[in-house]
T-cell receptor, first 113, second 116 residues
Framework: SQQGEEDPQALSIQEGENATMNCSYK?????LQWYRQNSGRGLVHLIL?????REKHSGRLRVTLDTSKKSSSLLITASRAADTASYFC?????????????FGTGTKLQVIP | DTGVSQDPRHKITKRGQNVTFRCDPI?????LYWYRQTLGQGPEFLTY????????KSRLLSDRFSAERPKGSFSTLEIQRTEQGDSAMYLC??????????????FGPGTRLTVL
């Protein structure tokens, strides 16, 4: 089973609105990442937040991490039609070799022009 | 193009046949990963190489699956006696890192396998 569970599973918004996606996980992590996957294209890394960080920004993206609740959120501000994609959170565990990335099931975002 | 490349992009095979996929990582990357992604799901980790050493394997990697990275550069993933349940997108990713430091993985476009 996959560790990350994204919420909601699907989200439809108007262009210009903000989109918020949440991710919950189960085990202690070294870091958490968010990826985007467009239809028919590969995964693109968006942002990485380490376990000792609480918030990170990259352009229109804002990621928060709450390790006490084992949850993270991704906020996309001023959404564009080009943001239409599936978004996945992925975790790297604190134990082991730090390399086994576990992906969630994803949130499918549709931005309507 | 200096990104991760995968070949072939699509493969259709009959049940019981063997298939082999190739991944060429970004040239300076010492780490290489294989994932499988089925429709509507996130990628699932299969295995990981550091240079030529296969350091981690998922339980998903049954004895019909074998991966190699003989010279620490490109990698191959072979599936023997394919089953319909093997139909999926197989993704390769690479990164550079030392010791236990985790760095961003760069993904290839994937190989879509259809088993009839």
């Amino acid at each position: 089973s996959q560790q990350g569970e994204e919420d909601p599973q699907a989200l439809s918004i108007q262009e210009g609105e903000n989109a918020t996606m949440n991710c919950s996980y189960k085990t202690s992590i070294n870091n958490l990442q968010w990826y985007r996957q467009n239809s028919g294209r590969g995964l693109v890394h968006l942002i990485l937040i380490r376990s000792n960080e609480r918030e990170k920004h990259s352009g229109r993206l804002r990621v928060t991490l709450d390790t006490s609740k084992k949850s993270s959120s991704l906020l996309i501000t001023a959404s564009r039609a080009a943001d239409t994609a599936s978004y996945f959170c992925a975790t790297v565990p604190l134990s082991g070799g730090y390399q086994k990335v576990t992906f969630g099931t994803g949130t499918k975002l549709q931005v309507i022009p | 193009d200096t990104g991760v490349s995968q070949d072939p992009r699509h493969k259709i095979t009959k049940r019981g046949q063997n298939v082999t996929f190739r991944c060429d990582p970004i040239s300076e990357h010492n780490r290489l990963y294989w994932y499988r992604q089925t429709l509507g799901q996130g990628p699932e980790f299969l295995t990981y190489f550091q240079n030529e050493a296969q350091l981690e394997k998922s339980r998903l990697l049954s004895d019909r699956f074998s991966a190699e990275r003989p010279k620490g550069s490109f990698s191959t993933l072979e599936i023997q006696r394919t089953e319909q349940g093997d139909s999926a997108m197989y993704l390769c990713a690479s990164s550079y890192g030392v010791e236990r430091i985790y760095n961003e993985q760069f993904f290839g476009p994937g190989t879509r396998l259809t088993v009839l």
